[in-house]
């Protein structure tokens, strides 16, 4: 059986991954976007190819022999980027760690490396399979010997298309070698080679398929009926001749190769291993083996305690440590301690010492907050679902620690090896929260983000009552709305159609009943929200589609989904995720409380389905313009700061200085279309997105966002210094020290770049939200135990806090809320909250 050698252009695959992922840093600011995808292609076609050998060829900066004959030669190229450029070497490092043999050489590009590897292969009868983004490389494919793979990465996905030469000869029209020809008349504007002037690919292929190659062509120019190409070739086939060189693969180049050199082994080694656990590859980290994942002498031994006598040895020597790490689940519990200069060893204690949770966790509590040393350990709530643990300041969650230090790329992979588990955390701990007080984030850190640990694993704990019938009976109420509207827009429309089918959706509305705004794509008429909800209001069918998507979404995500979450006890758990979002807001799943409808009656009546437990009430407490009001303090805009001082409606306000109205002449219409702004501004809206908010015309947005503007000058400066200040240093800022990396702003794509902006504008606003909202969490958890309170804090939905409120604790609760929200921060325009009681969380709100 033939071998065969698998072939990888460094640069090209490099290039193609950095543009088609998006920009990650690990928490040292490294970018690792490129690396990323470069190995998630290579593995792939490892999976696929099996290959036997596998050499990367790359490009060195050195003058070639085409720049020596050219010298304008990729001169039109532009500089690769910073964020590229830095990750050049490092996968460099990454494939000598996997084992992989790289190929360069000064003066040689890795076409012409590649090109002569594949051409060695062939004469000892070794198939080659070439992946790499550059279409020179077609012409080295062969019937069934050479293969090019062309990747193409958009928005996280690869997809690959394969050529042999009968593929070459299917899409272009021509033979691997006539590709050389074509490039020779046509030239490339990639490698600025330049061709024969006004000959473009159409002519240049009719020319190759008929002639072959431009030396047969030169004999046959005159006979050329086309006026224009027979002058362009009589006057400029030198050209011709000089991107031919150019455009040639050198299949002969003098490289220090041998096939045996290159030959594939197992590519997850230990070395590998680390090189991804620095670039915080954590998918990736799942494709090593135990054995190997667990050598190199880092890993300690761990002496197994199964005694009363060895536990309490154990925690004596954790009092005297200098740092340790811990991790336990239900079976086991794992620490490592050592001092400054390394490990002193790892304790594994069985499951039979914690049997009493409740005296174990008291043991774990005195051992952590009697020791000298910070205790680390990876995902803390984890351990407080094992054991009764209080909060400490010697106590740090690493996960945390490297989401702070990097929310773009956060780790969320749950723990499998506790042995594993309390090693990292030990080993990365002091480095980590070095980097936290570095960065400045200590006090976010320990004050903010730690705390919200405990009071997260007691909501989650806790959960919140859902009435089970009340839930089956709005579903049922919808199935029966749902089925209504179905029959109205089948009679509408004239014909029976799948509603839920966005072609036959789409034929339906632009063709059969022709609607304007039809947007025509490969798959037919766009039919989403935002091509339907310019249609809304004229077509009676169209809102009747809006209501029935709403009515099947509620449905389906929420009234059947929730019924699975209810617990024997009538409760939902739902978890909580600190360590997601970019901006420092929670998140939560299983289910997703915080996306409980809220836009619609018929959405907010799920409310009604949460219930406090008997003898208790809903004590709901809302941030009011909780942003807005951070804006105005953070920018110190006088007239906004004003504004809110006079405790009218900003929004009406707002109309009435934007406009140019007396106060009390503010429509509603100036109100609805102030607000839009209001908000619009707080998230770096543009005059695209507020025309189509309003369903006004750019132009009019336009100058209602300068009229803003003007009005409140000191948030233009505000904002315009938010973007300056992250051009500079590449990240946001909140109030509080959240840090949020935006390396969309060096982004090569406008696009790109401009939603970097509106994040650099964004981001300091909504995280000091985020941060402000976990400081009152904290203040309200910690206060309703303090006063001794059967209440208890059950559920967190964006600026919204609900209490299960015990009979006679109303007034005390309402107290607690207020207090604890309104002083969550200092701002020059006072947090307000609105304060609402019910039996349900819908009377409540």
């Given at each position: 059986m033939k071998k065969k050698i698998l072939l990888i252009d460094g640069h090209s695959i490099m290039n193609r991954a950095f543009y088609g992922i998006v920009q990650l840093t690990n928490s040292k600011g490294l970018h690792t976007n490129a690396i990323l995808g470069f190995i998630n292609i290579m593995t792939k076609a490892i999976d696929e190819e099996k290959p036997d050998y596998l050499a990367v060829a790359f490009d060195e900066s050195a003058p070639t022999f085409r720049h020596e004959m050219f010298g304008e030669y990729k001169g039109t190229r532009h500089a690769m980027p910073d964020e590229l450029k830095e990750q050049i070497p490092v996968i460099k490092q990454v494939l000598e760690a996997m084992g992989v043999k790289t190929v360069s050489k000064p003066g040689i590009e890795a076409d012409d490396v590649?090109?002569?590897i594949s051409r060695t292969a062939m004469k000892n009868d070794t198939d080659s399979v070439i992946i790499s983004g550059d279409r020179d490389l077609l012409q080295l494919v062969t019937k069934d010997s050479v293969k090019l793979r062309l990747p193409h990465t958009s928005r996280g996905t690869t997809t690959v298309e394969d050529f042999y030469a009968e593929d070459v000869l299917k899409k272009y029209r021509v033979s691997p070698e006539g590709i050389i020809e074509l490039k020779a008349l046509m030239g490339d504007s990639s490698d600025n080679i330049p061709g024969v002037p006004k000959i473009g690919e159409k002519t240049a292929t009719a020319l190759i398929e008929k002639y072959k190659t431009i030396e047969n062509l030169k004999d046959h120019i005159p006979e050329i009926e086309k006026k224009s190409v027979r002058e362009t070739l009589e006057q400029n086939f030198d050209m011709a001749v000089l991107s031919k060189k150019l455009a040639t693969i050198d299949t002969q180049a003098k490289i220090d190769f041998k096939l045996e050199d290159a030959e594939l082994s197992d590519i997850y080694t230990r070395e590998a291993y680390d090189m991804f656990v620095m670039l915080e590859f954590k998918s990736l980290l799942k494709r090593f083996d135990e054995e190997v994942v667990n050598t190199g002498g880092d890993l300690p031994d761990f002496a197994l305690i199964e005694d009363e006598n060895g536990l309490e040895d154990v925690f004596l020597k954790w009092k005297a440590a200098d740092r340790a790490g811990f991790?336990?689940?239900?079976?086991l519990f794992a620490l490592v301690i050592g001092g400054k200069e390394g490990t002193a060893g790892?304790?594994?204690?069985?499951?039979?010492?914690?049997?009493?949770?409740?005296?174990?966790?008291?043991s774990l509590n005195d051992a952590i907050n009697s020791s000298k040393a910070i205790s680390f350990t990876d995902d803390l709530k984890v351990q407080l679902k094992q054991f009764d643990l209080a909060p400490s300041p010697k106590l740090k969650d690493i996960r945390i620690i490297n989401y702070l230090l990097n929310p773009l790329n956060p780790d969320r992979d749950p723990v499998t090896d506790v042995k594993k588990a309390a090693f990292e955390a030990f080993l990365k701990g002091d480095e980590s929260y070095g980097l936290i007080r570095e960065k400045g984030m200590e006090k976010l850190l320990d004050e903010i983000e730690m705390p919200l640990v405990f009071v997260l694993?007691?909501?989650?704990?806790?959960?919140?009552?859902?009435?089970?019938?009340?839930?089956?009976?709005?579903?049922?109420?919808?199935?029966?709305?749902?089925?209504r509207l179905h029959d109205e827009i089948i009679s509408l429309a004239g014909q029976d159609f799948n509603i839920n089918s966005p072609k036959q959706l789409g034929t339906i509305l632009f063709e059969k009943m022709n609607l304007p705004g039809g947007k025509k794509t490969k798959t037919g008429y766009s039919t989403s929200a935002e091509v339907l909800d310019k249609l809304s209001g004229t077509y009676p069918i169209v809102d009747k589609i809006l209501e029935y998507r709403g009515y099947s979404k509620l449905k389906s995500t929420y009234t059947d989904a929730l019924a699975d979450f209810i617990d024997e006890g009538g409760r939902i758990h739902s978890t909580f995720n600190q360590t997601v979002t970019a901006t420092g807001r929670l998140s939560s799943d299983n289910p997703n409380m915080q996306n409980i409808p809220v836009r619609t009656e018929r959405g907010r009546e799920l409310r009604r389905v949460f219930v406090p437990k008997d003898g208790f009430i809903f004590v709901d407490a809302d941030y009011s313009q909780i942003e807005l009001r951070i804006l105005a303090s953070l920018s110190g805009d006088e007239k906004l700061i004003a504004a809110y001082g006079t405790g009218s409606d900003?929004?009406?306000?707002?109309?009435?200085?934007?406009?140019?109205?007396?106060?009390?002449?503010?429509?509603?219409?100036?109100?609805?279309?102030?607000?839009?702004?209001?908000?619009?501004?707080?998230?770096?809206?543009?005059?695209f997105g507020l025309s189509q908010g309003l369903s006004i015309t750019r132009a009019e947005?336009?100058?209602?966002?300068?009229?803003?503007?003007e009005t409140y000058p000191g948030v233009k400066a505000y904002l315009d210094g938010l973007v300056s200040f992250a051009k500079k240093t590449g990240y946001a800022k909140t109030l509080f020290g959240r840090i949020r990396p935006i390396p969309e702003l060096k982004d090569s794509n406008f696009?790109?770049?401009?939603?970097?902006?509106?994040?650099?504008?964004?981001?300091?606003?909504?995280?000091?939200?985020a941060d402000i909202m976990k400081i009152a969490m904290v203040k309200v958890h910690r206060a309703l135990l303090e006063e001794g309170l059967d209440s208890r804090l059950v559920l967190q939905v964006h600026d919204e806090l609900l209490v299960e409120t015990a009979s006679g604790e109303e007034e005390k609760v309402r107290d607690i809320l207020r207090q604890g929200m309104m002083s969550a921060a200092s701002l020059k325009v006072p947090l307000e909250v609105e304060i609402n009681s019910g039996k349900d969380f819908y009377d409540a709100h």
């Open positions: 590649i090109g002569t991790f336990g689940n239900e079976d790892g304790f594994l204690l069985s499951g039979g010492l914690f049997k009493d949770r409740e005296r174990f966790g008291r694993s007691d909501i989650e704990r806790e959960g919140i009552r859902a009435d089970r019938e009340s839930l089956v009976q709005f579903s049922a109420d919808l199935a029966l709305e749902i089925d900003i929004h009406a306000i707002t109309a009435s200085q934007v406009f140019h109205v007396p106060l009390e002449e503010v429509t509603p219409a100036l109100r609805r279309n102030a607000k839009a702004v209001n908000f619009g501004i707080v998230y770096g809206i543009s005059s947005a336009k100058e209602y966002i300068e009229r803003y503007f696009m790109k770049r401009s939603f970097g902006e509106r994040v650099a504008m964004n981001m300091p606003i909504q995280g000091t939200a």
